[in-house]
């Protein structure tokens, strides 16, 4: 009668690869539910929209990095998603009043605030992440 079969590492990285694809989906699936059920109280229907998908998506990044790499490691990766919140948050006050103040298409107003973004970004990262 042969003994037990060894598991090689190749089959523990897949099965944890599974699990976490798994998880992402569970977690990720339920937040965003609840923030679009709470978009869907909220008035204006605007508001709607920012509560959908990155913010789910950045809590269910954080719960997995927690199980997978640790709080230490979650704290910084959740730190660096902040900075890139306020650097989109840049972002998205320079589209609008590209489009509303000086009439500019979206394509070209969208486009030239990216070097905005990228500005807040890095210029946050270097002063306070690095």
């Known amino acids: 009668m042969p003994g037990p079969r060894q598991i090689s590492w190749r089959e523990v990285g897949a099965k944890l690869l599974i699990t976490q694809l798994i998880f992402r989906f569970v977690v990720g ?46 704290a910084i990766e959740a730190r660096s998603m902040i900075v890139g919140a306020f650097a989109f948050c840049a972002y998205a006050t320079l589209c609008s009043r590209l489009m509303i103040r000086n009439r500019m298409h979206s394509k070209y107003a969208s486009t030239s605030a990216l070097a905005l973004w990228l500005i807040c970004a890095l210029g946050v990262w270097a002063i306070a992440l690095r």
């Open 29 to 74: 699936g339920l937040v965003v539910t609840a923030f679009a059920a709470l978009g869907d109280v909220l008035k204006p229907k605007s508001f709607a929209g920012l509560f959908g998908a990155a913010p789910s998506v950045a809590l269910a990044t954080v719960g997995l990095t927690i199980v997978a790499e640790g709080k230490i490691y979650a």
